[in-house]
């Protein structure tokens, strides 16, 4: 699926080519915003964070704070240091 910056834009870009398009600049940690070939907007909520800001590159990265993807379970070294926790 295409991104496009903005809703302007993402309009165009999903009206031309038959398909949603993502509105990058209507992410946020927990949602993510489509434009639809309508014209209408979707946007899909989560009830966790599916990405984190990265302050130094200015944009937004999959999965959680540590560039984990969300729900996955630590393996390995992180299963043992947490394994120790209450």
Avoid: C, Y
């Avoid at 944009?59 to 729900?71: E, F, I, L, Y």
């Amino acid at each position: 699926m295409t991104q496009e910056v903005g809703l302007a834009r993402g309009r165009v870009a999903a009206r031309t080519a038959g398909h949603r398009v993502e509105a990058v600049s209507e992410r946020s940690e927990t949602a993510t915003t489509w434009v639809n070939p309508d014209g209408t907007l979707t946007t899909e909520v989560s009830a966790g964070p599916i990405r984190f800001s990265d302050q130094q590159a200015k944009a937004w990265r999959d999965g959680g704070p540590a560039g984990q993807p969300p729900n996955r379970a630590p393996s390995g070294e992180e299963a043992e240091s947490t394994s120790a926790l209450p």
